[in-house]
Nanobody, 112 residues
């Protein structure tokens, strides 16, 4: 299954974006999916995970601001990002846990 992220863009601090990740096949059998990000010069960082039953986990720096969700009927995983900060600037990817091959991410740039 290939995962394609989209929905990034340029926003001002305090703004919102909704990222989408569409799978080429069914995600209903994939236990855990996640959103990751990579800032310039840094390694990939896990941002949020969601299990097949809907249980979620978010890193502390995005708790209360970001929300991961999944729609198995649409083979899509979402990341709602509110109250964005400049330090959220990165290329965002969706992937499994553990991550497999990285696909094309989507750039999120937050201006101060």
């Amino acid at each position: 299954v290939q995962l394609q992220a989209s929905g990034g863009g340029l926003v001002q601090a305090g703004g919102s974006l909704r990222l989408s990740c569409v799978a080429s096949g069914s995600i209903s059998t994939i236990n855990t999916l996640g959103w990751y990000r990579q800032a310039p010069g840094k390694q990939h960082e896990m941002v949020a995970l969601i299990g097949r039953s809907g249980g979620t986990n978010h890193i502390d720096s995005v708790k209360g601001r970001f929300t991961i969700s999944r729609d198995n009927t649409k083979n899509t995983v979402y990341l709602q990002m509110n109250s964005l900060k400049p330090e959220d600037t990165a290329v965002y990817y969706c992937n499994t846990l553990p991550p497999s091959k990285w696909g094309q991410g989507t750039q999120v740039t937050v201006s101060s």
